[in-house]
């Protein structure tokens, strides 16, 4: 499989986007572990309604996942998110991922580190 | 955040899950079981069970007949957990789902 | 013979005085089909009747090439044996279904006035059965996927015409099914419309997500998925499964309510069941 941000162009990335040192903190095992459970079926499955760089089979029914350290400065506002986008919106299509239990603690926040690092 | 509601609600999974590393006991587990096969009995009946309730109920005793106790105090509140919001979700929808209606 | 929703809707003005009663579930009908032909202008609401494939070329053709040796086939002959089968009591089919049978499923579903309850094919089927001495067939089982597909088969291009009597029951079992299909269900918290109307046309994965326009004109399903031909209310239950909810019992009241409900908002659209789908 195609790994599109390797270690270093992340670093690189991360330094010019100055995303700061949260994500770089970020070790690349919790990132590929992150990105495991995003992409698993029985996961986040984010893959299913999100386009991402290195995903297969895509779908197209949320917003892709780019940029996200720049969209979301605050690594707490995509958590909040995740755990529960019907805050910011009632009528989301997407799952309350934290709220609803579909993924635990752990997971979560792999989860939040692995997109934020988009 | 916006949303007190949504704070609170992280807090609270948040203080469930620290509560496994206390050392669970047997009896807080199958307290925890009866009261997710309660709930979820409740969402049945409203015809909003969720699919993931009784695999956690299972689980959750497989753990403890294995003497994994923590395992299963986790399952158990993740069983709990499912139970409980699917009911809230049975509650919620009982009205909510006129908002979604086309042209309303 | 009636004047479908469908027809009546052509007739303009008219409606809204003289069906006051049926108001609520023509207005759902024009503004579902208002809502698909604004989101895909260039597909013909009767281009619907197959899903997904209405939607995507490419999938499209390789959809119709799978039509030169349809696998439902032989649910269609073992289904034409079965209807030709005595029941218990010497009686058959079409005794029961009436003299037009097999071609009724255009009848069907309706509200049946005696029960207080929408009435689908395949209960009319086991009702059948039961009244003549026999057993009642599984619902998801091979003999009633058999004998629906090939009265689907029979009753092809006839079209779509659900009534809502003047009777509050029947209107109330029909907003029942309204209910169920803007209810969010399941722990990832789907509603039918989130799927079909919010995203609809959008991929899931490689799927695209198909209109509730055109959702029961075409079962029985070969599903290649299943290997086999089964009912709508099997999809309704893998649509539970797959937002992680508890499936209903097919035929239960709130799928038949959700199969009158959908098979309204079809009105006027030709049957082309069976059909195949991934």
């Not at chain 2, 309660?38 to 009784?54: N, P």
């Not at chain 3, 579903?109 to 207080?116: K, N, Q």
């Not at chain 3, 058999?146 to 009534?163: K, M, N, Q």
């Not at chain 3, 909810?245 to 035929?251: D, F, K």
Request: proline content about 5%.
């Amino acid at each position: 499989m195609k790994r599109v941000i390797g270690p270093v162009s992340r670093w690189t990335a991360a330094g010019l986007l100055m995303v700061g040192a949260a994500a770089q903190a970020v070790d690349d095992e919790a990132l590929a572990e992150g990105k495991a459970i995003a992409t698993d079926r029985n996961g986040g499955n984010c893959f299913s309604c999100h386009m991402a760089e290195g995903a297969e089979m895509a779908g197209n029914g949320g917003p892709p996942l780019i940029q996200m350290g720049m969209r979301y400065p605050e690594r707490d506002a995509l958590k909040a998110q995740i755990f529960d986008p019907r805050v910011r919106n009632p009528n989301t299509v997407m799952p309350p991922y934290g709220a609803h239990g579909i993924l635990t603690d752990r997971e979560l926040e792999l989860v939040v580190d692995y997109i934020h690092s988009l | 955040m916006k949303h007190p509601l949504a704070l609170l609600g992280m807090v609270s999974a948040l203080t469930l899950s620290s509560m496994a590393w206390a050392g669970a006991s047997a009896d807080e587990v199958e307290d925890l079981l009866a009261r997710a096969a309660a709930a979820h009995e409740q969402a049945l009946a409203l015809e909003h069970g969720w699919a993931v309730t009784e695999p956690f109920m299972e689980q959750a005793r497989q753990a403890l007949a294995d003497g994994n106790v923590d395992a299963a105090h986790e399952l158990a509140q993740r069983a709990l957990l499912t139970a409980e919001k699917s009911v809230a979700q049975a509650q919620s929808e009982a009205e909510a789902w006129k908002g979604r209606v086309l042209g309303s | 013979m009636f004047v479908s929703g469908w027809r009546r809707l052509a007739l303009g003005g008219v409606v809204a005085l003289t069906a006051q009663v049926n108001a609520a579930p023509e207005d759902d009908l024009a503004a579902l089909r208002s809502f698909y032909e604004k989101r895909f202008p260039d597909i013909a609401l009767e281009a619907h009747i197959d899903g997904a494939y209405a939607l995507d070329e490419g999938k499209r053709e390789q959809w119709l090439e799978m039509e030169d040796f349809p696998p439902y086939e032989i649910a269609i002959d073992e289904g034409a044996e079965l209807f030709e089968e005595a029941l218990a009591d010497g009686s058959s089919y079409s005794d029961c279904l009436g003299d037009d049978a097999p071609v009724v499923k255009q009848n069907y579903p309706y509200f049946d006035e005696t029960t207080g309850q929408v009435m689908t094919l395949d209960l009319a089927i086991n009702n059948c059965r039961v009244a003549a001495g026999d057993e009642a067939w599984d619902y998801l089982g091979p003999e009633m996927a058999a004998l629906t597909a090939f009265i689907a088969y029979e009753s092809r291009d006839e079209e779509v015409a659900v009534e809502i009597p003047d009777d509050p029951r029947a209107l109330a079992a029909y907003e029942d099914g309204k209910a169920f299909y803007y209810t969010r269900r399941g722990q990832l918290n789907f509603a039918c419309s989130h799927c079909h109307m919010t995203m609809v046309g959008n991929k899931l994965r490689a799927e695209r997500l198909s209109a509730t326009l055109g959702h029961t004109t075409h079962w029985p399903v070969y599903r290649l998925k299943w290997k086999e031909t089964g009912p709508l209310h099997r999809r309704f239950m893998e649509c539970n499964s797959q937002v992680r909810g508890v499936p209903l019992e097919p035929q239960s009241v709130s799928y038949r309510n959700l199969e009158y409900f959908l098979s309204y908002q079809s009105n006027g659209l030709v049957l082309n069941g069976p059909a195949t789908r991934k």
